[in-house]
């Protein structure tokens, strides 16, 4: 998809594929000769790593003016700092200021993110914990469920908006759901299904059949937030061009 994305809008990427037992070193090495490489405006590193690859040395190698995933240490720390602006954001929860992957889906559908009650569930790196803190730099009032979380339905069921991002397939019933509440369904589960050719189907962390009765807006699975994480991956690789040419 996102080979595909970047032809259809003129950006010229590369692939560099290494054999799953690569060397930590020589994998770091790999991205230090992309760092340094004029032609190059955005890395991106497709996790997950093997298990015998440290992923925190490996992104934090990445040039913080070229990492589009916005995965880097000090892009995140700096995410998590009130007045301080990162260079990238991450991609799922990527934003324009207050708006992301995420964000930007909410304000496209003339949803207003300030003083409501939004939920996270789950808190992984790459969605989780990014997009609590953007919906808090939003002037959300946000809460994160995770799995130590006890009585998660409760705490779901006050939320006016709902990032559902914790990778257990239609945990999220109808019934959990506030009448009108706007849910971003993250979740990219496969489940049985005998009547695909590929024996199964893919759905996501909220029940959409019993929760599109009940919501004000709901993005379905698949089709909804991962085509707009890769447009925010090609606004961010615009982006670090834009700035490298006019420096």
Not at 16 to 43: M, Q, W, Y
Not at 200 to 207: A, I
Not at 219 to 245: E, H, I, Q
Request: proline letters at 6%; a neutral charge; glycine letters at 8%.
């Amino acid at each position: 998809m996102k080979r595909k994305a970047c032809a259809e809008v003129g950006i010229k990427s590369v692939d560099i594929d290494l054999p799953e037992n690569v060397s930590l070193d020589d994998l770091i090495a790999k991205v230090h000769e992309l760092n340094v490489n004029p032609d190059v405006h955005g890395i991106l590193v497709q996790l997950p790593l093997p298990r015998h690859i440290n992923e925190e040395k490996v992104l934090s190698e990445i040039s913080i003016e070229k990492d589009v995933d916005g995965f880097h240490p000090l892009n995140i720390g700096k995410l998590a700092m009130k007045g301080r602006e990162p260079l990238f954001l991450p991609c799922t929860p990527k934003a324009r200021h207050s708006s992301n992957g995420c964000l930007e889906l909410l304000s496209r559908s003339g949803i207003s993110i300030a003083g409501k009650k939004a939920v996270v569930v789950g808190r992984s790196n790459i969605v989780g914990l990014p997009v609590s803190l953007l919906l808090l730099k939003a002037n959300a009032t946000v809460t994160i469920v995770h799995s130590n979380t006890p009585d998660p339905e409760t705490i779901i069921r006050e939320a006016d908006i709902i990032i559902a991002a914790a990778g257990q397939a239609m945990m999220i019933k109808g019934s959990w759901i506030k009448p009108g509440a706007a849910i971003i369904d993250v979740g990219t589960n496969a489940v049985d299904d005998c009547s695909k050719k590929s024996g199964y189907r893919l759905v996501g962390d909220v029940d959409f059949q019993e929760a599109c009765k009940v919501a004000g807006w709901i993005t379905p699975v698949p089709g909804g937030v991962g085509p707009m994480t890769v447009a925010m991956l090609l606004k961010n690789t615009l982006d670090g061009a834009k700035r490298v040419l006019t420096e």
